[in-house]
């Protein structure tokens, strides 16, 4: 009965917030106007720097001051975005790149880490292969999720056909505890939610992300055309100061899981050993949103269904100026 409702909540949850009517130019708001700058982020390990600009880094932000907005679902972050209530959000790339193929106008501008998912099994399979023929029930966050597109590709490295399970959308907060009540069978989700699950005993880490695409494209930060055009005095710092948080995060792991309990949502120790244990789990240190790491997971979306092809201009999705200049200016 708990899977037949959950299959039934498949068409509302998974598809939400993707029409494909073109959105209208965002309205006029302070946020992007006055000395507040509005930016979106959920309770997540790929967040994790912007919790180092937002503590440590604010006197370097000297035309603004930064304001993030906590959101608890992908659905509020998407209606903020097309409103023209956030000047930028960090979100998932591969929804990202739908809402701009959809039509909204904004750019994705540098990404927020690389890596740093992990892909929980319930107890009762003993390896990825075991899902062969079962119809398990697997949740990832958002139909149009990295995390989605590495249960694709981690299915299919152990010849698993994808039809073989049910793929629902849950929130990540929800994920645990629906794995421990036996609603669904697993999850891939963004650290540290799995490695809380282990912690806890629910589940095992059956991959981490690293393991399935090595140095993959995890969340970005996507900006509004209108916040790009005219407020770049105020983008270029702030993602110079981002640049900065990651490496202060490959630098300093434990400052940084301290630093960022309330946007992990998780407790230091945990986080810390996310980051560092093993060294590549997450990481920080290029963010780069380069046309090759942007095609590679167009093409992993063509190859899974999720698009029918690539768009002709997929090259007008980045706006990579800013966190070049970031990145020179870093290197220094």
């Not at 590495?150 to 629902?168: E, I, R």
Request: proline residues 6%; hydrophobic residues 40%.
């Amino acid at each position: 009965m708990i899977k037949t409702v959950l299959l039934l909540l498949l068409a509302t949850l998974l598809p939400a917030g993707c029409s494909n009517e073109p959105s209208s130019q965002p309205p006029q708001h302070d946020s992007q106007n006055g000395s507040e700058v509005k930016i979106g982020r959920l309770i997540c390990g790929g967040h994790l720097s912007l919790a180092i600009v937002e503590n440590r880094m604010q006197q370097e932000l000297t035309t603004f001051h930064l304001k993030t907005v906590q959101n608890h679902d992908w659905n509020d972050v998407i209606r903020q975005m097309k409103s023209g209530e956030l000047a930028g959000t960090f979100i998932l790339s591969p929804l990202a790149m739908q809402m701009i193929r959809e039509g909204l106008p904004a750019k994705i501008v540098m990404l927020a880490d690389r890596n740093g998912n992990g892909f929980v099994l319930s107890k009762q399979y003993k390896s990825i292969d075991a899902l062969k023929g079962k119809k398990a029930i697997i949740a990832v966050p958002h139909i149009f999720s990295q995390h989605h597109l590495l249960l694709y590709l981690a299915l299919k490295q152990h010849h698993v056909p994808y039809s073989d399970v049910t793929v629902v959308g849950m929130p990540p907060r929800d994920m645990i505890t629906s794995l421990k009540r036996g609603e669904i069978d697993g999850f891939v989700v963004g650290e540290p939610e799995g490695n809380k699950s282990v912690t806890l005993g629910i589940g095992w880490m059956a991959a981490i992300s690293p393991t399935i695409w090595h140095n993959h494209p995890d969340h970005v930060f996507l900006a509004s055309d209108r916040f790009i055009s005219e407020h770049p005095d105020q983008l270029q710092p702030l993602i110079t100061a981002l640049k900065k948080g990651g490496l202060f995060i490959e630098k300093n792991p434990h400052q940084a899981a301290v630093m960022g309990e309330d946007y992990t949502g998780s407790s230091a120790a945990v986080f810390e050993q996310v980051l560092t244990q093993p060294a590549d789990w997450i990481d920080y240190s290029d963010m780069i949103p380069s046309d090759d790491r942007i095609r590679a997971l167009a093409e992993v979306m063509v190859d899974m269904g999720l698009w029918k092809e690539l768009p002709e201009n997929l090259a007008d999705y980045t706006d990579q100026r800013f966190i070049l200049k970031a990145t020179a200016e870093t290197a220094r």
